[in-house]
């Protein structure tokens, strides 16, 4: 089944999509998500997939292509990170308001300023509510499986939301790791061709994002989120079938050690696989401590996250990004009000890490854990390592 | 949203707000925003189409003998015919009551 290779994880990315035949893609390059638009290019280039390789001015361009491209029943693909996501901004909300599948590569970055070109979570954390599915890849295999899931998911007639795939800018995306890349005939098992609900076409007229008066607009809105909050389920069910055909296994909430923890680290994207090697770490020091990583984050696994932390006494959330002048962490935020109504919760400490690209190496996350346990914070939240 | 003018619930809602209903737009009648109308006087009408070419609701018409009248349903009272006509014979004046 499938094939082990040793492949940049942003090139392995664009594989996937190949592997399920998109037929457009628009995509305009930017550090560090490049080498995927590079990638989709030799691909079409190459007539490896019959698609065309829309080559435009910019990201809003990008995604207003694949919008386009989409209504009219096309499977596309589109990427960026950081500014060209922000950019994107703007006709985000429409894609998933239309309820078309697309699917997109976001290779994590910082927004400026300061100008800074490496990872961390300020682009994808904006965009948390403009309905777009949102899934974080811990390792390269994950980059792979995610997109071919990406679209099951997307295309299925009770969920018909366009889809974000993450992967953590240059910590993922420009590493080469070993990853089974599926055949073909496996991924066209698994997906059938795209089947759209509705399409624009000349002959058939239809309207496509229409004009909402006040009297309609409440109630499009619930029903975008009553699709979104429902798309947990189907995600789950392509989970499982994705289990059973390449045995792989994927979940909303994934743990590490936890079932006897005392305390817990909080992560997404590809510092779980560090924090792993701080939870062993921890344990050979006599910490109880264990791991929890949301791979799911819209929507929001509000349930599997609560099943995954009983039990737990102190949890150490890791947020990627600043709410400035908020709570604190978007993660955080999130992970604490998910637990208010429950009568026994973790204490919840937050560290910002990571931002635009200051390394977090096991010691510290060690650090960041026994801080936790012992309740020494001196505020709500901390900028873990920040001079001064 | 097949034959009411909008969905009652949002269960209704057909996915994305489409309308699978060609020309539905027609229904909405963009008049009744209007606070001032345009008024043609025709002794200054050169013919020459300009107004018909700019309206933004594409409610102006010509007529049987060439010249042009705007549709009182959509004409939303924006003025553009009046600005744009290079002979002045348009002329917007207040809606009444
Ligand atoms: S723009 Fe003025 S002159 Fe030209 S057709 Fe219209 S009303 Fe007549
Ligand atoms: S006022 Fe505006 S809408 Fe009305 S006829 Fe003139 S250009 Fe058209």
Same mark, same amino acid.
């Given at each position: 089944?499938?094939?082990?290779?040793?492949?940049?994880?942003?090139?392995?990315?664009?594989?996937?999509?190949?592997?399920?035949?998109?037929?457009?893609?628009?995509?305009?390059?930017?550090?560090?998500?490049?080498?995927?638009?590079?990638?989709?290019?030799?691909?079409?280039?190459?007539?490896?997939?019959? &698609? *065309?390789?829309?080559?435009?001015?910019?990201?809003?361009?990008?995604?207003?292509?694949?919008?386009?491209?989409?209504?009219?029943?096309?499977?596309?693909?589109?990427?960026?990170?950081? @500014?060209?996501?922000?950019?994107?901004?703007?006709?985000?909300?429409?894609?998933?308001?239309?309820?078309?599948?697309?699917?997109?590569?976001?290779?994590? =970055?910082?927004?400026? *300023?300061?100008?800074?070109?490496?990872? /961390?979570?300020? /682009?994808?954390?904006?965009?948390?509510?403009?309905?777009?599915?949102?899934?974080?890849?811990?390792?390269?295999?994950?980059?792979?499986?995610?997109?071919?899931?990406?679209?099951?998911?997307?295309?299925?007639?009770?969920?018909?939301?366009?889809?974000?795939?993450?992967?953590?800018?240059?910590?993922?995306?420009?590493?080469?790791?070993?990853?089974?890349?599926?055949?073909?005939?496996?991924?066209?098992?698994?997906?059938?061709?795209?089947?759209?609900?509705?399409?624009?076409?000349?002959?058939?007229?239809?309207?496509?994002?229409?004009?909402?008066?006040?009297?309609?607009?409440?109630? &499009? @809105? +619930?029903? +975008?989120?009553?699709?979104?909050?429902?798309?947990?389920?189907?995600?789950?069910?392509?989970?499982?079938?994705?289990? =059973?055909?390449?045995?792989?296994? !994927?979940?909303?909430?994934?743990? !590490?050690?936890?079932?006897?923890?005392?305390?817990?680290?909080?992560?997404?994207?590809?510092?779980?696989?560090?924090?792993?090697?701080?939870?062993?770490?921890?344990?050979? @020091?006599?910490?109880?401590?264990?791991?929890?990583?949301?791979?799911?984050?819209?929507?929001?696994?509000?349930?599997?996250?609560?099943? &995954?932390?009983?039990?737990?006494?102190?949890?150490?959330?890791?947020?990627?990004?600043?709410?400035?002048?908020?709570?604190?962490?978007?993660?955080?935020?999130?992970?604490?009000?998910?637990? !208010?109504?429950? /009568?026994?919760?973790?204490?919840?400490?937050?560290?910002?890490?990571?931002?635009?690209?200051?390394?977090? @190496?096991?010691?510290?996350?060690?650090?960041?854990?026994?801080?936790?346990?012992?309740?020494?914070?001196?505020?709500? !939240?901390?900028?873990?390592?920040?001079?001064? | 949203?097949?034959?009411?003018?909008?969905?009652?619930?949002?269960?209704?809602?057909?996915?994305?707000?489409?309308?699978? #209903?060609?020309?539905?737009?027609?229904? $909405?009648?963009?008049?009744?925003? #209007?606070? %001032? #109308?345009?008024?043609?006087?025709?002794?200054?009408?050169?013919?020459?189409?300009?107004? $018909?070419? $700019?309206?933004?609701?594409?409610?102006?018409?010509?007529?049987?003998?060439?010249?042009?009248?705007?549709?009182?349903? $959509?004409? %939303?009272?924006?003025?553009?015919?009046?600005?744009?006509?290079?002979?002045?014979?348009?002329?917007?004046?207040?809606?009444?009551?």
């Amino acid at each position: 089944m499938g094939k082990l290779v040793g492949m940049e994880v942003a090139l392995a990315a664009a594989e996937a999509a190949a592997l399920c035949r998109f037929e457009v893609a628009a995509v305009y390059p930017i550090t560090p998500q490049s080498h995927v638009a590079e990638h989709l290019s030799d691909i079409v280039n190459d007539g490896r997939v019959d &698609a *065309s390789f829309i080559t435009v001015e910019g990201e809003h361009s990008a995604l207003s292509a694949v919008i386009g491209a989409s209504a009219t029943g096309a499977r596309v693909i589109t990427a960026t990170s950081s @500014q060209g996501l922000l950019y994107m901004g703007e006709v985000m909300p429409i894609a998933s308001g239309m309820r078309l599948p697309i699917v997109m590569i976001v290779a994590n =970055r910082a927004v400026s *300023s300061p100008i800074n070109i490496w990872n /961390d979570h300020s /682009d994808i954390m904006p965009m948390r509510d403009t309905g777009w599915i949102t899934i974080f890849a811990e390792n390269g295999q994950d980059a792979v499986d995610m997109v071919i899931q990406a679209y099951k998911i997307a295309e299925n007639r009770d969920v018909m939301l366009p889809v974000i795939v993450t992967m953590d800018g240059f910590q993922l995306t420009h590493v080469v790791e070993p990853i089974n890349i599926p055949d073909q005939e496996e991924v066209d098992r698994f997906l059938p061709p795209y089947n759209p609900y509705a399409t624009l076409h000349p002959d058939r007229p239809i309207s496509m994002g229409t004009l909402g008066m006040p009297e309609i607009f409440p109630e &499009a @809105q +619930k029903a +975008k989120d009553v699709a979104l909050v429902n798309s947990i389920r189907v995600i789950k069910e392509v989970w499982d079938e994705w289990e =059973r055909l390449f045995g792989r296994k !994927y979940e909303a909430v994934e743990t !590490y050690r936890t079932d006897d923890a005392d305390v817990a680290l909080l992560t997404m994207g590809s510092m779980g696989e560090t924090a792993e090697v701080a939870v062993d770490e921890l344990r050979r @020091q006599d910490v109880k401590a264990g791991l929890v990583k949301i791979k799911l984050w819209r929507p929001f696994p509000f349930e599997d996250l609560k099943k &995954a932390l009983k039990g737990i006494r102190v949890l150490a959330v890791t947020d990627r990004a600043v709410s400035f002048g908020g709570p604190g962490g978007p993660v955080f935020s999130e992970v604490r009000s998910a637990l !208010y109504d429950e /009568d026994v919760r973790p204490k919840i400490a937050n560290f910002i890490i990571g931002l635009g690209g200051r390394d977090v @190496q096991v010691g510290d996350f060690v650090t960041m854990v026994k801080r936790a346990a012992e309740g020494k914070l001196a505020e709500p !939240y901390e900028f873990y390592g920040v001079r001064g | 949203m097949t034959d009411k003018k909008w969905p009652e619930t949002w269960q209704e809602v057909n996915p994305g707000c489409m309308v699978f #209903r060609p020309g539905s737009s027609s229904e $909405y009648h963009t008049g009744s925003w #209007r606070a %001032k #109308r345009p008024v043609w006087d025709n002794t200054k009408c050169i013919k020459c189409g300009l107004c $018909y070419i $700019y309206c933004p609701e594409g409610c102006i018409a010509e007529n049987a003998e060439g010249f042009f009248q705007a549709n009182m349903d $959509y004409c %939303k009272g924006c003025g553009i015919c009046a600005n744009e006509c290079w002979t002045g014979a348009i002329k917007m004046v207040n809606e009444e009551g």
